[in-house]
């Protein structure tokens, strides 16, 4: 199946808002820090092209969008759609997001993680390479406030069942796993993101859960 080739957006367009590299974040990932406000902040883990993004922002203005990316053309082009919808709530990091869960996003802080179609590495000895794992797992529930989401969709069966009894076994305070339904486009884009748009065209199945941290834990 090919992939439709990244473009960097062009340079008259101005990313200065909307697109960060590791070296010129705040110490802190936070509303505060990065919007200057105190709106609830989600973050994507591995964006793509960014169409969560820039669809999420437009549609939640209430809230603050954080993509990271560790693709740079990737995270360009994601940060060109940004500025086109002229975001004010949305920053696209290119970075690896595990060192930034690890030490830059306060714990109990967001309201959101998603993290759709992650890569499936699907060699057993590349499988440490997966950004869904026991690290990373802990670090997006500790993120997570009491009540936040964890958003996980794949088109990978191992790869989701593995990620479930993980949860299970490691972030029993996230709950149990709730099932997100698909939804019926309506026109060219409308899908969470750019590779569920191609494993519908594909007829390729997709497993969506989200899951919610107990407001208790
Ligand atoms: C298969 S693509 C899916 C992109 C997008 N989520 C979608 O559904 O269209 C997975 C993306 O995760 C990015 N990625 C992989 N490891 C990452 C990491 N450690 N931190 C941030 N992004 C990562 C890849 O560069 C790639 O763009």
Avoid at 53 to 79: D, L, Q, W, Y
Wanted: net charge neutral; glycine share 4%; with cysteine.
């Amino acid at each position: 199946m090919s992939r439709s080739p990244i473009r960097r957006p062009p340079a008259s367009l101005d990313l200065s808002k909307v697109f960060r590299v590791v070296d010129q974040l705040p110490e802190l990932l936070t509303s505060e820090s990065m919007f200057d406000n105190t709106k609830p902040l989600e973050m994507e883990v591995g964006s793509g092209k960014g169409l969560f993004m820039a669809t999420a922002s437009v549609e939640n203005p209430r809230h603050n969008f954080v993509g990271i990316e560790i693709n740079n053309k990737c995270a360009e082009h994601a940060a060109g759609r940004l500025a086109r919808t002229e975001a004010c709530n949305a920053i696209m990091i290119s970075g690896d997001a595990e060192p930034l869960f690890n030490e830059r996003v306060p714990a109990g802080s967001l309201e959101a993680v998603h993290v759709y179609f992650p890569d499936p590495w699907w060699k057993k000895k590349q499988r440490k390479r997966r950004v869904l794992n026991e690290r990373s797992i802990l670090n997006f529930s500790k993120a997570l406030r009491p009540g936040g989401r964890l958003h996980v969709w794949t088109d990978v069966l191992d790869y989701f069942e593995e990620t479930v009894e993980i949860i299970a076994e490691i972030a029993p305070e996230l709950g149990v796993p709730i099932p997100e339904e698909e939804i019926e486009a309506q026109h060219d884009l409308d899908y969470r993101t750019h590779f569920e748009r191609r494993s519908r065209r594909y007829r390729i199945p997709v497993y969506r859960v989200r899951y919610e941290k107990r407001s208790n834990a």
